[in-house]
């Protein structure tokens, strides 16, 4: 009886998510004063080294010629496009966040 509860609760701990473990969440959003690959490169290294837990950063073309669409993806729920814009620091005169939100 005993080895038939063990191999029981073996097997819906097994079946359970780590509680440690997060989904990420994607938010996207329009961004201004993305012209070059450099450009793209910068808003990467900020959003990815000052905000936490992001996995990605991309800038595609937007809808409209001075807009470009930015996708993060990260394992943190808190991000807002005034957390983002202030992980730009100094380039935030550069570019210009005008929504972020998730997706």
Do not use: F, R, W
Not at 4 to 29: H, N
Not at 41 to 67: F, R, W
Not at 70 to 95: H, P, Q, R, W
Request: proline share 3%; aromatic share 2%.
């Amino acid at each position: 009886m005993k080895k038939i509860l063990l191999a029981l609760s073996l097997l819906v701990s097994a079946a359970l998510p780590a509680a440690d473990e997060t989904k990420p969440v994607t938010y996207e959003g329009q961004i201004t004063g993305v012209v070059c690959a450099s450009c793209k490169a910068h808003i990467t290294a900020a959003l990815t080294q000052k905000l936490t837990d992001v996995v990605s950063v991309d800038v595609k073309a937007g809808d409209t010629p001075d807009t470009q669409k930015l996708i993060v993806v990260a394992n943190n729920s808190d991000i807002t496009k005034e957390t983002a814009t202030e992980a730009l620091g100094t380039y935030a005169k550069n570019y210009q966040i005008l929504s972020l939100a998730k997706k």
